[in-house]
């Protein structure tokens, strides 16, 4: 997308001369009385993660705090339980405690700006993990997978897999979106729909549930609140026993993610879906154990890869770039309008693991361990 350019780090550059060598690794610095920037002050980091019910973020929480730890940092890791009370009392917590860097996965985008000003009066420097935070001046930078090629892979890969181009159709599909309050989930939505509603609009694709957003722009309306396997699961029984009761088959799922496509499978599962060639294209994204060995058992087609060891590593080394004052490597500059300011950006590229790719991209590269997935 855009070229690599440099931005100043806005909140530490020049204050903090400290590398991280120098960092202590030492407990909280609160309450020292020096005034100035206490050893290890500066490479005290927050890092405040959504949820474990999922995964990634176990994964993606783990890492980086190891990173930062073996680098001689003060790291608290949260989790919020998706829960936005408890989010933002985990980001004053850890502000309190002495977190000069915020990393931030936000439950909900939209509700921080308050809790950011606080830290801001401390004067945190604010990365935004993986979702961007919303309405507010006090993000500083943005690290993430590039949301919207996320979605245009599996939009690409359902047209390919169902050769749309030269179809005629009626092929029938369901589209499912994400979580409402996640601002990644209109992205991942807009990528595959941009691909996807030509071949609607022409007939070559019908939604017989109806639950066909008209534009981008109406991606709410099909999102399940929460990323949660168990409401897509309902909402796919819904769709099923609503409107294919004559004997007609879903021939493809437009999943956002492998939480979705778990309770979407389940669904189809209970209906008397079985793999084989009737069984429908779905689609899906992180590379969920779960959801690599149902592509290895023809339950779900493919998996949108994002190798959260890059994304921990990048934001890694924006850390070690802010603690020492250094310029903040980015890659965007135009994509993400928080609704403030552009936040400056750092992109990294997601790509499409099938069934073949599972052993050379998942498991040689040490993401997953064979025995994860039954091999
Ligand atoms: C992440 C996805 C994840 C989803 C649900 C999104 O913001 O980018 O990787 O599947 O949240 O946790």
């Not at 807009?190 to 109406?218: C, I, N």
Request: include cysteine.
């Amino acid at each position: 997308m855009s070229k690599t350019k440099k931005i100043l780090a806005l909140a530490a550059a020049g204050v903090f001369a400290l590398t991280l060598a120098s960092c202590s690794s030492s407990g909280s610095t609160s309450g020292s009385s020096d005034g100035g920037a206490a050893a290890g002050a500066d490479c005290n980091v927050g890092i405040s993660m959504p949820t474990r019910s999922l995964e990634r973020w176990i994964n993606d929480g783990d890492q980086l705090k190891k990173l930062l730890e073996d680098a001689g940092c003060t790291v608290d890791l949260q989790y919020a339980d998706n829960k936005t009370d408890q989010q933002i009392s985990q980001i004053q917590n850890q502000v309190a405690g002495g977190s000069k860097i915020l990393v931030v996965a936000a439950v909900d985008g939209k509700v921080l700006a308050p809790v950011l000003a606080e830290a801001k009066k401390q004067d945190a420097t604010v990365i935004a993990y993986d979702r961007l935070i919303n309405g507010t001046p006090d993000v500083d930078y943005y690290a993430t997978f590039d949301n919207y090629k996320v979605g245009q892979l599996q939009g690409e890969f359902i047209e390919k897999e169902l050769d749309l181009a030269n179809a005629t159709g009626p092929i029938n599909l369901e589209p499912f979106a994400g979580s409402p309050d996640d601002n990644n989930a209109k992205f991942f939505f807009s990528g595959a729909w941009d691909v996807l509603l030509p071949y609607v609009e022409s007939g070559v694709l019908v939604v017989p549930s109806g639950q066909s957003p008209a534009s981008d722009d109406d991606w709410a309306s099909i999102g399940i609140q929460g990323w949660a396997s168990d409401k897509a699961q309902s909402e796919m029984d819904n769709r099923l026993s609503s409107f294919y009761t004559g004997g007609d088959k879903v021939d493809v799922v437009l999943s956002p993610n492998d939480s979705l496509a778990i309770g979407i499978e389940a669904s189809l599962k209970s209906a008397g879906y079985a793999p084989g060639a009737d069984y429908p294209v779905i689609t899906g994204q992180d590379a969920d154990k779960a959801n690599v060995k149902a592509i290895l058992d023809g339950e779900q087609s493919m998996t949108v890869w994002k190798d959260t060891r890059t994304l921990g590593k990048q934001v890694f080394d924006m850390i070690q770039e802010i603690v020492a004052g250094d310029d903040v490597t980015v890659n965007d500059t135009e994509t993400y309008d928080n609704g403030d300011h552009v936040v400056p950006s750092y992109l990294l590229d997601p790509e499409v693991v099938v069934k073949d790719d599972v052993q050379s991209k998942l498991i040689d590269s040490g993401f997953i361990k064979a025995s994860d997935v039954g091999l």
